[in-house]
């Protein structure tokens, strides 16, 4: 029975966290049409710039959130003064469909180089805020922290901000039109390019979050993310790309299969079922649990 | 006042899809595009919304140049494009789709004022606001196109093939609408049509464009009893 609440809780608490990097290359999918690679260099390094903050001045807190901001200017830089010029030079043929993507993958390795340069190569490590010794339960104690507890709470927050933001205000119906028909949103008269930057920035901020939220259970070095970021696509992928909701349904629906799968079958499982799951869901549904039955052209 | 439109020259890749148009629409005047499929009508109100980039020429409204401006700014300046068929985000609510202009406009307090007006014109989008966009009929999305620009309070208005894929009862009635607008609202209107006859009934002006070019240019009424015109686009 503890086994079963524990696999339940760990599931939880590690599907939130692919949730958040699966919002992430959602936000910039819906809005620019590209798979984000370099999101797994931006949230690592935002994850430095907080173990920095931590160094100096011993607070978590102060750390998460600066983390969280520069995530999300970090987001917003990469937009407009990388990936727009980009879009803007390259305006046919099927090169515009790969560029932006290589473009990306460039950006990640070289991101990750960056951080090497700056901070070395050694696995460094972030305390985390409150305790992460297990709860008892029934006198055992299982594998579910206050600390894991603190992030389920922490991203149902973000979550639920995200969802007011899109879906109770101006910004948000913005977001939403600018994604959907960018053409007829600029006919309205919405300015498509600098809400396309706010959707980078919303993006990296989530990934800001993601970071320091995952670390302090791991290790922080240069290609500490790059996980996360396959688990967060493959999540985005059953969700259906297009579809917030979608990418954090698919994220728990990932959490719970590789947290079953490990607890009651085999460690070894860990990465197989992640695309286990994925190949089953693309079997049965193709577009994704989530996602747009029509085509949508870019 | 007024839309002019001189030497205008727009390529569409290798193929030059207008060559050197002139026309002149007159401040509170509706001038129709008339021609066949491939003419360059839509083209060219692509080029007149900032969509598309003009070879050479130049557009100006009431005396200012708009080439090259982006869209949305001309959205934001009075002109509001309403592109061809079924303008709408079908993702959105018909509430939604309003509510753009919104956005960006800072007289919140007239916003409303014009989302009732455009309830006022078109009542079955009011009965329709909490609906996606996309369950519409073609009509009804037509409205919500149209009403959605008049929220933005537009000085020129470029409809594109209004009356495409619709029943001849629903296309009588748009016309209609449009053409009581222009009175009604002091509104300047480029409506581009592949309905000849329906579109010059209600214009002021019209332009007939064949194959990138300004074969006629003249009052509708003429027009529309001009022998040749009749024999090449109203087929009678």
Redesign the interface.
């Known amino acids: 029975m503890t086994q079963f609440i524990t696999a339940v809780l760990t599931s939880l608490s590690s599907g939130a966290i692919y949730a958040l990097m699966a919002l992430a290359l959602v936000l910039v999918w819906r809005s620019t049409r590209v798979i984000n690679f370099a999101q797994a260099g931006q949230a690592v390094l935002t994850t430095y710039i907080g173990y920095t903050v931590i160094q100096r001045t011993g607070s978590y807190w102060l750390a998460l959130l600066v983390a969280v901001v520069s995530g999300a200017i970090i987001g917003a830089v990469i937009d407009r003064f990388f990936m727009r010029p980009i879009f803007k030079r390259i305006k046919s043929g099927p090169i515009v469909m790969i560029a932006p993507v290589v473009a990306t993958l460039g950006l990640l390795g070289i991101i990750q180089a960056v951080i090497g340069f700056i901070w070395g190569l050694t696995n460094q490590s972030i305390q985390a805020p409150v305790s992460t010794d297990g709860f008892k339960v029934m006198g055992t104690v299982i594998a579910f922290s206050r600390y894991n507890l603190l992030v389920l709470i922490f991203v149902a927050v973000a979550m639920l901000l995200l969802t007011i933001l899109f879906q109770k205000t ?1 910004i948000g ?2 977001l ?2 600018s994604a ?2 960018p ?10 390019d600098s809400v396309r930057t706010l959707g980078w920035a919303i993006a990296g901020a989530s990934g800001g979050l993601a970071g320091m939220l995952y670390i302090p259970g791991y290790f922080l070095f240069p290609n500490a993310m790059d996980l996360l970021l396959v688990f967060g696509f493959v999540a985005a992928v059953i969700g259906g790309l297009e579809s917030l909701f979608g990418a954090v349904v698919g994220a728990m629906i990932l959490g719970f299969a590789i947290n079953f799968a490990t607890t009651y079958i085999s460690a070894k499982l860990f990465f197989p079922t992640a695309f286990i799951v994925l190949v089953a869901v693309l079997l049965l549904k193709p577009g994704g649990l989530f996602g ?1 039955k029509k085509g949508r052209s870019a | 006042m007024s839309l002019v439109v001189s030497n205008l020259t727009i390529d569409h890749g290798a193929i030059r899809a207008i060559n050197n148009v002139s026309f002149t629409v007159p401040q509170g005047q509706l001038a129709a595009i008339i021609g066949a499929n491939g003419a360059g009508k839509t083209t060219l109100l692509r080029t007149l ?1 900032g ?1 598309k980039e003009a070879a050479s020429g130049s557009v100006s409204w009431n005396g200012d140049s708009i080439l090259g401006t ?3 700014d001309l ?2 300046s009075g002109i ?4 061809d068929g079924k ?6 609510t018909v509430k ?1 789709n309003l ?7 800072k007289d919140k307090k007239d916003v409303a004022v014009a989302t009732s007006e455009v309830i006022e014109l078109f009542p079955i989008l009011g009965q329709r606001l909490s609906q996606s966009a996309g369950s519409l009929s073609g009509g009804e999305r037509q409205m919500l196109a149209i009403g ?1 620009a008049l929220i ?1 309070r537009p000085k020129l208005l470029l409809l594109d093939e209004p009356s495409l894929g619709l029943a001849p009862l629903i296309v009588e009635q748009i016309f209609q609408t449009i053409k009581s607008l222009v009175k009604k609202m002091n509104l300047t209107v480029v409506l581009v049509e592949q309905n000849a006859m329906g579109a010059l009934k209600i214009a002021d002006e019209g332009v007939v464009l064949n194959l990138g070019s300004v074969v006629a240019v003249d009052s509708a009424e003429k027009l529309l009893n001009d022998p040749a015109v009749r024999a090449a686009y109203l087929g009678f």
């Open positions: 101006d119906l913005a939403r039109a959907y028909s053409e007829i949103a600029k006919l309205s008269g919405i300015k498509v747009s | 919304s969509l982006r869209p949305e959205a934001r509001m494009h309403v592109s303008s709408v985000i079908a993702e959105l939604e509510a753009l202009p919104g956005i960006w406009r959605r933005a």
